[in-house]
């Protein structure tokens, strides 16, 4: 029997390396602007907060000047282009794919919480064959607070119509494990994307996903 009988994942940097998408869509709503060309890989180091705050953050690093028309602007060309070509360029990471299916296959209950734009999660998801896989994703603008607030965690949870105790969160960021925390729930985290530098109680750094399948109650009950 898996340890957990649901998992909450967030998305970005913790299933898929979407930054080459994340990049281009940024890129193209940058270009009404005017304003640079952004490289993925330092893009990357931006993503976790909602696209939002992504557009607002890279402005300040890079000290662009600008005005809430041009950030409108730039977001609505971001979210053009994302939902024209929702993941061209996305990979997951590797092993990925097959320990969701090993985890579904062993009867755990999945579900996302992200903060991605909410109708691009699930194009996202439809286009890397994904459909049927969650019972719940919730995107950062279909909640009326996103991560860190522990209510979009909860949505999910909610969602799903999951029992507290019998769940965990995965993510990749300090954004997700303050979440979780707010939340109560135990968190997991990857070792790839942003995860390296996410400091973890011993036996909560994940080598892959399917380490879930032994994780549980009892790393749980011994925080
Ligand atoms: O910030 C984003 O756009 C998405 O981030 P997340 O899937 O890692 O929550
Ligand atoms: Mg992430």
Redesign the pocket.
């Known amino acids: 029997m898996p340890a957990y009988s649901a998992l909450i994942f967030?998305?970005?940097?913790?299933l898929i390396d979407s930054a080459p998408d994340?990049a281009a869509a940024l890129n193209a709503g940058f270009a009404r602007n005017g304003w640079p060309e952004l490289d993925p890989a330092y893009v990357e180091r931006f993503?976790?907060?909602?696209?939002h705050r992504?557009i607002r953050d890279i402005l300040d690093d890079k000290g662009i000047a600008h005005d809430e028309a041009a950030v409108a602007r730039a977001f609505d060309g971001y979210l053009r282009a994302y939902l024209d070509d929702p993941a061209g360029r996305t990979r997951f990471f590797d092993h990925v794919r097959e320990d969701l299916g090993a985890l579904h296959a062993a009867g755990v209950r999945l579900g996302i919480c992200?903060?991605?734009?909410h109708a691009v999660t699930g194009k996202v998801l439809s286009q890397l064959g994904l459909d049927g896989l969650f019972e719940a994703a919730i995107g950062?603008d279909a909640v009326p607070a996103c991560?860190p607030d522990p209510g979009h965690l909860r949505a999910v949870a909610a969602a799903m119509d999951l029992t507290p105790g019998t769940w965990a969160y995965v993510?990749?960021?300090r954004?997700?494990q303050a979440t979780a925390a707010a939340a109560g729930v135990p968190f997991y985290v990857v070792p790839w994307g942003g995860g390296a530098e996410v400091a973890v109680p011993a036996g909560h750094r994940l080598t892959r996903l399917a380490d879930l399948l032994q994780h549980g109650r009892k790393a749980s009950a011994a925080e």
């Open positions: 967030d998305l970005d940097g913790t994340i993503i976790g907060n909602g696209p992504l992200t903060n991605k734009n950062a991560k993510g990749d960021t954004v997700d």
